[in-house]
């Protein structure tokens, strides 16, 4: 039965007409200027903010996707929402958003869950009408990329704990292994840091990205060396991606808040990254 989850956001995080968004997201994705990537593509880090402020940045992770047509795509977002579950998805059918349905893919989120309970005792939680922005300002940029469409895998993560972030990563690499699939972790950096201030923890948490060490992500926070608050989500995706082959991250681009709207006083930083694994050997000649 067709139950889609509403957009609470559409017409505030971003537009609502349905080209007015294409022609902004496609217009995000086309002013990228991507650096030459050695490896096969496994999946992204995408910033969440309204698109005005990480649109331009966020641009940089979906045209690393280009070309590519998975089966299935898992969004792994933070939940800035006071649930007590420590891992949330939806109970809906599909995602609305102005550019039509993106249908959930259910069969595979009770894969995930069963992995879940049964290696980590741990479970996924059903949930309807959320108020969540961080896992659906990426879809736009998915059902723009991926024009042939795709099936999601929606998991929100409120529990930012070492121990949830290394089980999910486990358990969605378990389900990926045998299909088509891209991993996208959302995440913002800092927030309300003077920009002088922001761009050195900036720095410092995308240095850790880039040596694809999920564990020094927990450290920065834990040491307030580097902040992310989607820093579980990101670790869960680097996880995945380690056990599915991927050996390298690398950030694409980096801006703050302050460089839209000019006031530097308080600002939040935005990153996007790719995470590759070699490419597999050709055929013998």
């Known amino acids: 039965m067709s139950n889609p989850r509403p957009s609470p956001i559409a017409g505030r995080w971003y537009p609502d007409n349905?080209?007015?968004?294409?022609?902004t997201v496609d217009g995000y994705i086309n002013a990228a200027t991507l650096p030459d990537l050695d490896g096969e593509v496994v999946g992204v880090m995408a910033p969440h903010a309204g698109l005005i402020y990480s649109g331009p940045v966020a641009g940089y992770a979906f045209a690393a996707l280009q070309g590519i047509e998975p089966e299935v795509?898992?969004?792994?977002s933070p939940m800035h929402h006071p649930y007590n579950q420590p891992l949330l998805t939806t109970s809906h059918s599909d995602y609305a958003t102005p550019l039509g349905l993106v249908p959930v893919?259910?069969?595979?989120?009770?894969?995930l869950n069963d992995k879940?309970?049964?290696e980590a005792d741990i479970q996924l939680s059903p949930i309807s009408n959320d108020p969540?922005?961080?896992?659906?300002?990426?879809?736009?940029f998915l059902q723009r990329v991926f024009p042939k469409g795709f099936r999601l895998i929606p998991v929100?993560?409120?529990?930012q704990t070492r121990r949830i972030a290394r089980a999910l990563g486990l358990a969605l690499a378990?389900?990926?292994?045998?299909?088509?699939g891209i991993l996208v972790a959302s995440t913002d950096l800092s927030?309300?840091?003077?920009?002088?201030?922001?761009?050195?923890?900036?720095?410092?948490?995308?240095?850790?990205i880039e040596s694809f060490n999920p564990n020094m992500l927990f450290e920065a926070e834990e040491q307030g060396k580097g902040y992310a608050c989607g820093h579980a989500a990101l670790a869960a995706v680097l996880w995945a991606a380690k056990s599915l082959g991927a050996d390298q991250t690398k950030v694409l681009h980096y801006a703050t808040s302050g460089d839209i709207s000019g006031d530097r006083s308080q600002v939040v930083g935005y990153a996007s990254a790719v995470i590759t694994r070699p490419k597999p050997d050709g055929p013998p000649i």
């Not at 795509?73 to 792994?76: F, G, K, R, S, T």
């Not at 969540?132 to 736009?140: A, K, M, T, V, W």
């Open 116 to 118: 879940l309970k049964a």
């Open 132 to 140: 969540e922005h961080s896992l659906e300002i990426e879809l736009p």
């Open 73 to 76: 795509v898992a969004v792994v």
């Open 191 to 208: 927030h309300f840091f003077p920009q002088s201030v922001a761009e050195g923890l900036d720095t410092e948490i995308l240095r850790r």
């Open 156 to 159: 929100m993560v409120r529990d």
């Open 174 to 180: 378990s389900v990926l292994q045998s299909r088509s």
């Open 18 to 23: 349905p080209k007015q968004l294409a022609d």
């Open 105 to 111: 893919d259910h069969q595979n989120l009770g894969i």
